[in-house]
């Protein structure tokens, strides 16, 4: 995000121009959610008083207040700086009296959850970095933008960059998974995508990178639990993709819910300041996450409102989402000198900044014609998003060459997901449209492929006894049984931590018929997170990773059923055996009893060392194999050699992975860091010789003080089809 020299005079001659009470106005996110309407129940408001999550006085406010108050009065008095709207004509409503009644007339943000999809919803996180398809991300986000912006929301709560390493967690969805160099490439793939687009206002918005930092590693992968961890830690596995995203202009960040070592993201000045701003160099704003101020007393950090307000604003968050304590609170700390006017000034200047660079000033409203311009999808969005999701899907196992299928086959489907249009979506989002969305018996009813179907039962409620029964009588007549399982949407993203992250439900059981009937079984799983599938990998022939992959899920499944296209798709987050193996990740540090057969290493006794499918992992209807791998030492760089065919009989993708293992160093190193990758495509019998120039200077590591460290020593490079196959070469490297 750059402005103009004539933009920063702007700004600057503004705040100038403004009272104290308009700056910590342009602080303030009021959204109706939290503080100002009805859409948080009567009970949720009892509970968040009683959990101190708003304040006695502001619950009889609220309950004052009527419903869906959009704090009219405020925005009019210059004391609301964005809203959460996707909207269009409430956001033009609010902004008129923002722009043409408030005294300097400056224009609000609009800010909304869009992650994977505004109308055109495409794959959630976890499944769309797994086409490791750089230009893809990008464009997926640059659709988001554009749809968003003509339903005037200019600043999207979204890339979410947590890389994430427990699967019980449930934002693992949200995000790219649990490497950082994958998540930095996402990163810098979707601040391109949303922010670089700026021939036309329409075409572009302000991004918020999340949730900043460490949010992710949640102890035990319970939401908003504490985090604790090495700082050097914090720099080599969670900080990196939010430094890429501030290389590629990132106009704004969302403070994490979580304690770093005990400071909670929101009052944190080493990350906050020290970090993100002055040593990345963010030029835009940070705002909180919801009601995040308000529970830093709830957390013990601060004693009541105006201290955690004091704290925040100190520490460098500018923006507080839904509590209004700092428009309640941040004149009286001034006036007291608990906050200088200066701090004050910083935010402000950053928040307007933002609007400047998003042409606010010049261009506040969503023009009539802007609104119509997506009421319907327009093909080649539709495409995009079919797109992703057919190269989001991960095939994890084809014994027998079960698939693809034939249309000529007798099939039987069983499982509700296969027919529910809201379980396809994935979590957060909510612009799309039924009419929108193409589930997997939609698309084989499109197709024309005859099947017979028996929901049986669901990821929850209850197993249909008589269907089961119907079922099993169809599967001896049936050549194969497509049994759709997995999670519900509400399952995963916030708030859905799950301590056991098998099948849930009934499936299982109807898994385990299936199987009794003879007839090959192709599990088809729709799921937010990584699944503990060791019955399921052992027993079924055939194994698709679906994930949730937004409108065009239905189309992108049965292209890949029956082989319309290849399964490309790699694992971005390790699939483990058991829940109790979690937190899992292939980058970890190799321990002084590295796990194996033998009893004194570092295993489980009921579930060994070993995950059920690593990261990058992911077969295709070929094979390929890898020979030839070298590598080089060149004065600043390492250059990877290795050959890839493809000994199959029919085309495919293939994503050729690179990594490095640090040997010996002044602090443990993983066994393996990914540092690269090449998606190629192949045609039978075809081999190309692939190069990969790896940087010596990307080689190194973060110590406890934030210094980045590069030594001398052996290093082990590695190509490979995914974490665990791999070729390798040793060599000493000099810096
Ligand atoms: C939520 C989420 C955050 C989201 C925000 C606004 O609590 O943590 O990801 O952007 O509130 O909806």
Not at 359 to 380: A, K, Q
Request: overall charge negative; charged content about 25%.
């Amino acid at each position: 995000m750059q402005l103009t020299a004539e933009q920063l005079q702007k700004v600057e001659s503004l705040i100038d121009q403004m009272t104290l009470k308009e700056k910590i106005g342009q602080m303030n996110l009021a959204s109706m959610s939290i503080v100002g309407g009805f859409d948080v129940s009567f009970e949720e408001m009892i509970e968040m008083v009683t959990d101190g999550r708003i304040s006695k006085e502001k619950f009889g406010e609220m309950l004052a207040t009527s419903e869906k108050d959009y704090h009219e009065s405020e925005i009019r008095d210059g004391l609301v700086g964005a809203f959460m709207s996707d909207d269009p004509k409430l956001s033009n409503r609010l902004q008129k009296i923002a722009v043409e009644e408030s005294r300097l007339g400056i224009p609000l943000l609009f800010g909304f959850d869009v992650i994977h999809g505004f109308r055109s919803v495409y794959p959630i996180a976890i499944a769309e970095a797994g086409t490791f398809d750089t230009e893809l991300m990008e464009k997926t986000a640059a659709m988001a933008a554009k749809e968003s912006r003509c339903s005037g929301v200019n600043w999207h709560f979204a890339p979410m960059l947590d890389v994430a390493r427990d699967a019980r967690w449930g934002r693992v969805s949200e995000g790219a998974g649990e490497d950082p160099f994958l998540t930095s490439e996402f990163a810098r793939a979707k601040i391109k995508g949303l922010q670089n687009n700026q021939e036309e206002l329409t075409d572009y918005v302000a991004a918020c990178m999340k949730h900043y930092v460490a949010y992710s590693a949640s102890e035990g992968g319970r939401d908003y639990n504490t985090t604790n961890m090495a700082v050097s830690q914090l720099y080599n596995t969670y900080l990196p993709p939010f430094k890429a995203a501030v290389e590629e202009g990132a106009a704004s960040a969302m403070a994490s819910f979580n304690d770093i070592n005990g400071i909670p993201a929101t009052v944190n000045a080493f990350t906050l300041r020290r970090i993100l701003k002055e040593s990345y160099g963010l030029n835009g704003f940070v705002v909180s996450d919801a009601n995040a101020i308000r529970e830093c007393v709830v957390h013990g950090i601060a004693e009541d409102d105006m201290d955690a307000g004091i704290q925040a604003a100190n520490a460098g968050l500018d923006m507080d989402m839904g509590t209004e304590i700092y428009l309640h609170n941040l004149e009286q700390a001034v006036s007291a000198g608990k906050v200088t006017v200066s701090v004050i000034d910083e935010a402000v200047r950053r928040v307007l900044s933002v609007k400047m660079w998003l042409g606010l000033f010049e261009h506040p409203y969503v023009t009539e014609n802007s609104m119509d311009r997506f009421r319907t999808i327009p093909v080649e969005h539709k495409e995009l998003a079919r797109e992703s999701a057919v190269k989001s899907i991960v095939l994890l196992k084809n014994e027998h060459e079960t698939l693809p299928l034939n249309p000529s086959q007798k099939v039987l489907v069983v499982g509700s997901l296969a027919e529910n249009k809201e379980e396809i979506i994935g979590a957060w989002a909510m612009s799309w449209k039924q009419e929108d969305c193409v589930t997997i018996l939609d698309a084989l009813t499109e197709q024309g492929i005859s099947y017979h179907y028996h929901a049986v039962c669901g990821p929850d409620g209850e197993l249909d006894k008589e269907q089961l029964t119907a079922a099993m009588q169809t599967a001896s007549e049936s050549d194969v049984i497509l049994a759709v399982v997995g999670e519900s949407v509400s399952m995963s993203g916030e708030a859905a931590s799950k301590a056991d992250i098998s099948i849930p439900g009934h499936q299982k059981e109807l898994l385990k018929a299936m199987k009794e009937t003879g007839t090959p079984v192709v599990a088809v799983l729709m799921n937010g997170r990584p699944l503990a599938l060791a019955w399921e990998e052992e027993n079924l022939d055939a194994i698709l990773e679906s994930w949730h992959l937004g409108i065009e899920m239905g189309h992108a499944v049965t292209k890949v059923l029956y082989g319309e296209y290849n399964p490309s798709g790699k694992l971005t987050a390790t699939f483990p055996t058991m829940s109790g193996q979690c937190p899992v990740y292939y980058n970890h540090p190799n321990t002084g009893r590295p796990g194996s057969k033998s009893k004194f290493t570092s295993k489980y006794l009921d579930a060994g060392f070993d995950p059920l499918f690593p990261f990058g992992f992911g077969l295709s209807y070929t094979t390929f194999a890898y020979s030839d791998f070298t590598v080089t030492q060149k004065l600043d760089r390492m250059v990877y050699e290795v050959t890839v065919c493809n000994t199959g009989n029919r085309s495919g993708e293939e994503t050729v992975q690179f990594y490095v293992r640090d040997i010996t160093a002044s602090i443990v190193r993983p066994v393996k860091e990914l540092k690269g990758f090449q998606k190629i495509s192949l045609e039978p019998g075809e081999c190309r010789t692939i190069q990969f120039e790896l940087e010596k200077a990307n080689m190194g590591f973060y110590n406890d003080e934030g210094a980045y460290l590069l030594e001398n020593g052996a290093f082990q490079f590695f190509a490979g089809g995914s974490s665990a196959q791999v070729l390798m070469q040793e060599l000493r490297v000099e810096f």
